[in-house]
């Protein structure tokens, strides 16, 4: 894996839901890299603290992902700050507002998690196309094991994120050879806060389920987006990448 080299000095990401969590580690690990990052999130989180405290390279840029005016609006900010775009992270999601029964989901809860975690992702697709064929770019969709496996009360999220891994690969097939598309599929990664993690920090039990022996981190899923979105995943496309320490393989029985 690359540790910031000559290619990716200057490139450009725009990645979604970078206020706090997995999108924050991943916009930190691209500007690490020598990338410049757009952190883009809805405008009451506090993602223009965040990308103010990370310096030049990096932008805040008020969007909600359903909605097609802010996307286009906002993709248009990122090429009039930075020029150019080599990168698109479709990491917003939302697992609420629904975790109940399947009788008590309205469809009005139902489309929206749809609208945030599937029709996002197209439209994000849709508006940087034109920006990542020019440089040869690359999409990364964030998935979830959520796609192939069930808790109970989860059909929203569960359908959105399957539906997502169907987006990638046809994405995948429309936009090649100018630009690839891959999904990243966590786990459980602790995506906490630092002061949450050490006030409330997961148990040897939370660990040793792993077949790795521990729980996700932030970094494990940055550091594989950040190599699909270079040059040396260059033959990689249309897939989707599972990192979950392991659990997705582990047969179970109660």
């Excluded at 999130?41 to 932008?59: E, I, T």
């Excluded at 508006?127 to 059909?155: D, F, K, W, Y």
């Excluded at 906490?192 to 939370?206: G, T, V």
Aim: proline residues 4%.
């Amino acid at each position: 894996m690359s540790a910031g080299g000559v290619e990716e000095q200057g490139r450009v990401a725009l990645v979604t839901g970078a206020a706090r969590g997995i999108g924050e580690g991943i916009a930190r690990w691209l500007l690490a890299r020598g990338w410049r990052v757009a952190l883009c999130d809805l405008a009451d989180s506090h993602g223009d603290a965040v990308a103010a405290a990370l310096g030049d390279n990096a932008m805040f840029v008020a969007m909600d992902v359903a909605d097609e005016g802010q996307v286009e609006g906002g993709v248009a900010a990122v090429i009039a700050r930075f020029g150019r775009l080599d990168g698109l992270v479709c990491n917003a999601g939302v697992a609420s507002p629904h975790n109940g029964p399947l009788e008590e989901l309205s469809l009005a809860q139902w489309n929206q998690v749809l609208a945030i975690n599937l029709s996002g992702p197209m439209l994000l697709a849709k508006h940087c196309t034109a920006h990542l064929r020019a440089s040869g770019g690359a999409i990364v969709n964030m998935a979830s094991t959520r796609a192939s496996q069930s808790e109970p009360e989860s059909e929203a999220y569960a359908a959105s994120k399957g539906g997502l891994l169907a987006l990638t690969h046809a994405l995948a097939i429309s936009l090649g050879p100018d630009i690839r598309v891959n999904a990243v599929s966590p786990g459980w990664i602790d995506s906490r806060d630092p002061q949450e993690r050490a006030e409330a920090p997961l148990s040897a039990d939370d660990h040793a389920q792993h077949p790795v022996g521990r729980a996700g981190q932030v970094d494990d899923v940055a550091a594989l987006v950040a190599w699909l979105l270079s040059g040396e995943a260059g033959f990689v496309t249309g897939q989707e990448f599972v990192t979950d320490g392991g659990m997705a393989r582990k047969m179970i029985y109660r």
